[in-house]
């Protein structure tokens, strides 16, 4: 409502909360002023105002009154407004506070310890072949007789000679057969292996199948030590059992499962595979070992996310249909709700009549099974440092499990609700930190790269309503559906579930992805827009006092909606499925391009997310004091792992990438050393304004308002400046009036919104 009353001068007031007392004071002269003036209004025909207004007696000064009485209250409700809002707003000291305890914080925190050995513990391999050695296999037994120094050798230089590898071997053939099982156990002796190898005889075999449980059955019994074990299975035929091949019963013996001499049923043999952590691989030479592949690979899904058929088996189509498990594909990134046996493997793979292929795939088989188990291995010691009272892995990491211990949440399962009034149910007020992505040029990368400090944060205040049922958890965090007060982004709230991370860990994971945007905005600029990347911003939430009882530290991501892809991991795996996708190859590049950019110094790998946005990425640092509370930092271990399997694609030549695996065996490296003037980089690119946003948006499509010089935006944030638009009373003028404002402005920039318009703001008040 406008109003003409007029207002006393006074100086600027101060944003903290001493200036109480100057509001008050300014109260009192409006109220004072408003019941002078409303009184006065009309009464020069009056002889004796105190008379009238005690006796009361004519309904001209009975209405002047009521009207007198409401101007009141409303000029109250107003003050009381203006002293509500400003006891509640955030001082620039107050503020530079916050952030210097924040960072102290930091500084102040146990990190979790980068596992001394960890990437020669990963790829340290327990190796077994497991070979059908009746006639038709001769030709891939002497295939492996001549591979397997190269095997070896191959697997090393892979591991950078760090790597120790003891290889057993099983030979099976079929029941009645001469030495129906030969063996030998683990040995780390190259000669010992040939010469078992030179023993073996492709002969034997009556019926098609062949004694393949027995084989497994011996491999069992072998003397498994290493964290890598893995199984590499060499066969023409299916074992003996109807249910585990297509031949039909007059093609087998023992066709009734379980009446083979030893009683030998394939589910105890793979669950105790499965509970020795012992990765498998098939190599598929025709189509009668289908219905085995296909069967033990449902046994391995129960218990583990990345089981992989080959496409030439006829049951493949099925295994892609089939619903097994419960992993949650969530923003946060990939999420298991399985133990340790989640991240072992299973794969087909196609050998085929070209057994000149079998040292390939053997090779390719260990360095993902070396990246799968060092990836749990880092995260399980970071948990396990961060948990009180446990005890840390051992040399052997024999103890290499998920602590999933948390509380199982109930989860929703409907879509969300966004227009739906009452649907975000529960409201949060909380202290906000986020960073300030402003990329200037080539002087801003190099600056977050040179120190901790150079990475801006600001506070604010926020109001938050959300949804109090999550949508998706994983072992330490919740997920559910979030909009701030001033804006209708679709937002995601995530909460710990359980203690060992506070908000100095959630800063620090906050700070690396504004770092991975920075390193990002360069490399969109060098590769064009069909390989471009961007990351999501972060933005860390403490409760305030009010906000409801229990509710800890949390932080606030935009929602990614769609299909969502892992790229690689950060311990070398990578996601092949999709190695012809632009965007898998961008992936790869640009870790690699971080590495090569900051001279050895980064790398950023586990790169998720949905099409071109990326999320919760990992950031191994040369210097442990770099991101040290990020528990996916692996520091050098992590430079090795990803060199161990990075193949440079032509996104990689085209930026003239020097640096290589073949560098860490001398430890000289070689970076290209001029890199394009990126001085006009923020002419080609800008990120939207909105600081819980901040997408990269080019400058062509970027959205500019006059209103608001200097600022750019992207579509979705664009029409909220001024969908969110208020009315507010200028109270730095001799006369108070309205002047508009748009909410989301100040909360998009983690600013409280004036108390005077534009023009008394610069010229009188600065408020």
Known sequence: MASNYPLPSCSPMSRTRTSLDDVQSLADTMLHASLGKSCSKGDSDLPDRGLLLTSATTSRTRERLRLVELERDEMRHLISHLKHEDASRLSTTEAELRILQLKYDVTKAVAPPRSEGLFKAACSTDLLFLMDTTGSMHPYIEAAKGQVKSIINEINMAFFNEASIRIAIVGYKDHGDSCNIQFLDFTPETNQVLSFLNQLHATGGADTPEDVLGGIRQSLNAKWKHPTRCIIHIADAPP????LHDLGSGSDTYA?????????THETLLRQMIELNINYALLRINNTTDRMAFTFFQEYALASSHCKLNKSNRYYSQACSKSIGSDIDFRGGFISRRRTQAML???????GANYSALQHLVVKNITTSVSRVASVAAASAARTAMTRNSRPLGPQLSAVREDESGIEEVLETSPPQWDTPGWLNETLLVEAFSTDVMVTGTSTLNEMMAHDDNIKMSTTDLTIHKRDQPFAQGATRVAAYARTAASTNHLVVKSLKKNGKGMAHLADDMRCQALCKAFAFEFNALVGEEHSIDFIVVTCLRPKSGTAAGVKYMSLEPLIEGTYVKYNSNAGWVNEDYSDDPLYQAAQTFSHF?????????????LQGVGHVLTDPAIHTLDPERFRLIETNLGEAGFKFFFSTHQCNNICHKLGLKSKATMIFSGRYEFRDKWPDMSRVADMMVCCSNKLC???????????SEEFPGYCWCDICWPQLRSSMVQLVCIASEAHHIFDVSKFFYESQGQIMPRACLKHRTKDSGI
């Open 240 to 243: 003996h059992g109807c249910t």
């Open 256 to 264: 009734n499962p379980g009446s083979e001499p030893h009683h030998l």
């Open 345 to 351: 493997q299973f794969e087909e793979l196609e050998l």
């Open 594 to 606: 971080t590495f090569e950019r900051s001279r050895g110094r980064f790398l950023v790998s586990d």
């Open 694 to 704: 901040s997408k990269i948006v080019r400058v062509a499509t970027a959205k500019l």
